[in-house]
């Protein structure tokens, strides 16, 4: 059956959608020596083997996922990148890739669809190709946390060795070069100089107008989220169309901004750049010496194992924050017998993302007006500053949320499950329900970790990652102090009751996972210096969320992006 | 894979999780052919934990109101749901019900290419389509 939903749109998505630019091509065969390997199609990696292969070097970038095409019905609302419940629509595949979720006090083997797997995506585009998009700059005092509130007991806390300055130029290219929609007048902590965003904002949608009042009462100022996402035609891609589902799949007009459909394209267009999909990278290889050479890749993932080495003069790992470290940790060799990079036992430490506190209220009137994406009022007035808390987090309302995952997280605790009542209340507040929410600055914990584990096997016989360990217990301080304000927001908005509730102590990584390999001034508690360089290794370098020191408290997509541009033009320049 | 009594049985547990109202009731609104494609692929598991509820809310409804649960009529059906949700009787339907409410909701309130919901009609119903949006088929 053909739902066509999105049609009544009135405009013409045969002509608009993205689809034939996805189809595969016949794969161009894997040579067997390229100036840069470059690991991982996703935010880093796209971006890095762009800039490489446009300073003239011969790339290859290896994504283990392939291209996703966008469900033109819509999409699958059980089975996508924000409702796992029966499978992804952006990858991984589930048997092949299991992990070990050692949390518990009985390790368990899990698949993508469970939440202690911590999926991000695994596809060309990487989380980039069905992410929210929301496109926030790292607050200067995120990048020196330990000087501003000290070390907790316990905690990893620590500044980075670059500055929001070192970072401020490259936030400005990914803005203008990908294309981000905002509106800088209000975005006051990011110092003078910037230049604006080349689109305008998302306007305030329904239930932006009651947060708008409920912020002006309460004195705060707020602001749109900024979105690597097109208000007007930019870059040659369409504008976006308002649609209902937006975070958790791919963009039915190719008006998303992921590297899919920017950086990866342009690299391509240099004629220097090769991406092989569908290809997984089972281990960095070292020679007598212990330095770098190459990759050991397993071609035609799925028809077979096939393995087979690729040399190269520089290798960049961006595999994403898990499956990085994971790497990193298979690659061993008599010189390097716990890993690479893992000499002084730091890789796959400090797991971190974002602890997500939010809270719903009840609004009298619908103010929901089916406008996509969602989020169109934010505030960062509680980023730092919070009284007898570590950090804080950016508040703003969410995506627009299918009715089923309403259904799942949206309801009060006090409405049955099932019965009459179950559904009268479905029928009469999914459009009066708002929602506030923020990620919390979480507190990293050295015991957050990723490890190899000892028996499990992915389908080609690679250990898997083992994840144990929870963040550290001033995180979830924070996450109350945030979740207080939440309330408060909904409360002077007008709702008339307010429910949700901070979170308790575990472990997160998940779509914002990061910090498994950071960066730093001292070899003996960092794993890379400053521009992503492993310690130890000329030729080996990492450019995903695995490098941050803190992950802010806003979402870091645009922070790994960033980072990459910057890590991107120094390779390049080697 | 489900007999036709098995099969009336869990149109009405189902039509109790989801009732009628001025919108449709569950199975009205595809839940059956949501669950029969589930049954048949990724809730395969399910199958024997809800055979065994089925025949228990049998037993139990023709224990009580000397008739099966499908035809007892839907205030003895809510009756006896309240009931089990209470933890007064069919221990195994009580463990099978957030389960079977989940589903329930997966089949009315997902997109019809799951097999329920085919007109969109929750989505109207909740308001995820605005008055005058209908499918263009
Ligand atoms: C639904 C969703 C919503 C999100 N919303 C937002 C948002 O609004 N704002 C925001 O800032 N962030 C958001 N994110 C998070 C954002 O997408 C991530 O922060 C970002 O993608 C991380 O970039 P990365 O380069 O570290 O890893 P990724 O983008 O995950 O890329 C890693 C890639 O490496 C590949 N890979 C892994 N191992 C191997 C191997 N051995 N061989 C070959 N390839 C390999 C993977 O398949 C993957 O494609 C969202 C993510 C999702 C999924
Ligand atoms: S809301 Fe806009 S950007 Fe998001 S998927 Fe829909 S059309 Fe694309």
Known sequence: MAHGWLSLTGRDLGALTGLSRAADAAPEPIQAEYDCIVIGAGAGGGIVACLMAEAGHRTLLVERGSHVAPDPDGGDHLRNQRLSLYGVNAGPSLAENPRVDATGSAPRTVLATDGAWNNNASCVGGGTRVYGAQAWRFHPKDFRMASEYGVPDGSSLADWPITYGDLAPHYERVEWELGVAGDTSSYGYTGSGSRGYPMPPFPVTGSGVPLARGAASLGWETLPPPMLMNTIPYGGRNACIHCRHCVGFPCPVDAKNGVHSTMIPRGLATGLLQLATGAVVREIVTDGKGEVTGVALLEEAYTGANLRSVRARTVVVAAGAIETARLLLNSRSSMHPDGLGNASGHVGRNLQGHYYPSARGLMEEPCWDGVGPGPCIATCRFNHGNPGVIGGAMLCNDFIELPIIFWRNGLPPDVPRWGIENKRWMRENYRRTLQVTGPVQEIPSPNARVELDGSVRDRWGIPVARLSGRTHPETVKTAAAIWERCCEWLRASGASRIWGGPPGLGLSGGQHQAGTCRMGRDPRSSVTDSFGRVHGHQNLFIADASLHVTNGGFNPVLTVMAMAFRIGGFVAAL | ?137
């Open chain 2, 1 to 137: 894979m489900l007999t036709p009594s098995e099969l009336s049985t869990l149109r009405a547990f189902m039509d109790c999780l989801i009732p009628a109202d001025d919108w449709p009731s569950a199975w009205r609104n595809g839940v059956g052919q949501y669950l029969m494609r589930q049954f048949a692929g990724p809730l395969r598991h399910m199958l024997p934990a809800y055979r065994s509820a089925l025949a228990e809310l049998d037993a139990e409804s023709v224990a009580r109101f000397s008739c099966p649960f499908a035809d007892c009529g839907s205030e003895r059906q809510l009756e006896l749901l309240v009931a089990i949700a209470a933890g007064e009787a069919c221990p195994e339907t009580r463990n099978l019900l957030p389960a079977a409410a989940s589903h329930a909701a997966e089949g009315y309130y997902a997109d019809p290419g799951n097999g329920g919901n085919p007109e969109m009609t929750s989505w109207r119903m909740v308001g995820y389509l605005l008055p005058g949006e209908i499918s263009a088929p």
